[in-house]
Nanobody, 122 residues
Framework: VQLQAFGGGLVQAGGCLRL?????????????MGWFRQAPGKEREFVAA????????YFSDFVKGRFAISRDNAKNTVYLQMNSLKPEDPAIYYC????????????????WGQGTLVTVSS
């Protein structure tokens, strides 16, 4: 399973970006998908996750109400719509795939993409 995240960039505070994560390899629909982020000097943290069926989304408290996660199994792609971006949101955003049930724990994801950088200007 290979994952590739893209869509990052520079955006002003209050703006929006949509990240995409494309997967190749085994059938995409078998995996729960998650987004994590890591800012310089900080540990990786959970952002959002979605079950294999597209239901049961989970969000961290700091993005709840601002970010949305969705997936298109026919396109083998998961999306992270980021709205109302804040100065504290910049990080490298990673997508990840987990076999089985959706989870917020990074250690339970078996496959990781290379990350895409999000920068927010104030």
């Amino acid at each position: 399973v290979q994952l590739q995240a893209f869509g990052g960039g520079l955006v002003q505070a209050g703006g929006c970006l949509r990240l995409s994560c494309a997967r190749s390899g085994r059938p995409f629909s078998r995996y729960a998908m998650g987004w994590f982020r890591q800012a310089p000097g900080k540990e990786r943290e959970f952002v959002a996750a979605i079950s294999w069926s597209g239901g049961t989304p989970y969000f961290s408290d700091f993005v709840k109400g601002r970010f949305a996660i969705s997936r298109d199994n026919a396109k083998n792609t998961v999306y992270l719509q980021m709205n109302s971006l804040k100065p504290e949101d910049p990080a490298i955003y990673y997508c990840a795939a987990a076999e089985g049930v959706v989870t917020t724990l990074g250690r339970e994801y078996q496959y990781w993409g290379q990350g895409t950088l999000v920068t927010v200007s104030s």
